[in-house]
């Protein structure tokens, strides 16, 4: 890879050429398309108070807004992110475009990637946001983007029905707008997240629903309005926390966190563990209370919760017991073996559910290939199909070769 020694370099353009160079070595970029559009938009002029370096790092973001509690509410997003999502819609000459949450500079990606046939809607929830990328698409040049000050829960049903809708804030379910405001060849691109996890996933239309091309993992501020997540989460003790989005799973923090102080219960699955998101993925979408278990360093370090549990693990509830996944350095499966770690008066159980899908994962799943992802809108089958999560306007389910 080009190392690029940025201290004697502070010109622009010559940061913008070594970026996109290097988005082409990291997969960012794939396409000569997208390759034209990250060299001719000025990028620094969307992030006019950030160090000329940050606006033009490959993987880090630019702050622009934050709520009450200092945390994210508004960024421009990482140029390797929005290369992946950019190269996942495939947008073509004369396309209309939507874009879900603005900040200017991908509004213009878009619209040097559309042409001067094509057209480019931007929504923002936020007036200081809609305002800040109306100045900064008029500075570089890019008059000709629509700028919307609206919850794009609703779309932008203005200018529908869209070539593509490309969504930039982590969405907890697919609207119905979303859906309808797409032409019948039209794709709809959304860091989609399930069971705590966000990917962002491109999906074409499938009969009255969405079947995914791709996804990849993304990480992205969260929707706000109409469409913001559902989500509950318990605190079980400082630096412990388990979350969950499905109604049906008892979240009993007192009970759980007594549970821990049980012995643990150490089960090994004699499976091979490797591709953590892949396995992820099927575990939350086949253990049948899903949850996940979040633990801060110090806890880890203290040995009261495996170190899987750091960026947080899919967990097995149950209203006084507790199971997650773990793993061993293990020659005999190829580096490491999976196991369960399990707490509370059904741990037992707990432990013998979670193995043996780990040991189904290993024998059916393992390294065939991505899943395919689908989105049914309406009304959810009652009992919920397994390996499906119930959102609220429709059910998302995953599944493999
Ligand atoms: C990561 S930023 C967008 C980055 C931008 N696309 C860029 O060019 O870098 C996410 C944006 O989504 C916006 N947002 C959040 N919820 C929204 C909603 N319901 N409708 C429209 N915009 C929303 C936020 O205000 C924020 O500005």
Known sequence: ??????????????????????????????????????????????????????????????????????????VMSAAHLQAVMLEQAGVEPGMKVLEIGSGGVNAAYLQELVGPEGEVTTVDIDGDIIDRARQCLDDAGYTKVKTVLADGETGVPDGAPYD???????????????????????????????????????????????????????????????????????????????????VRVPLNAQALNHALDTPRLERWSGAAYDLPDELELFLTLSLPSPARLHAAKDVVGRGLVEASALYGVPALVREDSIAYRTRRANDDTGGFESGVIAHGPQAEDLADQYADLLRRWAKDHRRRGAATFRYLPGPAPSPLPQGAVLKRHGIVTASWN
């Open 164 to 246: 593509r809708v490309i969504v930039t804030a982590a969405a907890w379910d697919i609207p119905p707008s979303w859906i309808s405001g797409l032409t019948k060849t039209g794709r709809l691109v959304v860091p989609l997240t399930v069971c705590g996890t966000t990917r962002s996933i491109a999906f074409d239309r499938d009969r009255d629903g969405l079947i995914s091309r791709s996804y990849s993992l993304a990480h992205f501020v969260p929707m706000q309005g109409e469409g913001a997540a559902e989500e509950r989460k318990v605190m079980l003790r400082e630096g412990v926390a388990v979350q969950t989005d499905d």
């Open 1 to 74: 890879m080009t190392a690029i020694d940025h201290s004697s370099v502070r010109d622009p353009n010559v940061l913008r050429a070594d970026m996109v160079r290097a988005l082409r070595e990291q997969d960012g970029i794939k396409s000569e398309p997208v390759a034209a559009a990250f060299a001719a938009v000025p990028r620094h002029r969307f992030a006019p108070d950030a160090p000329l370096e940050l606006a033009y790092d490959l993987h880090r973001t630019v702050p622009v807004k934050k709520d009450e509690h200092g945390l994210d509410i508004s």
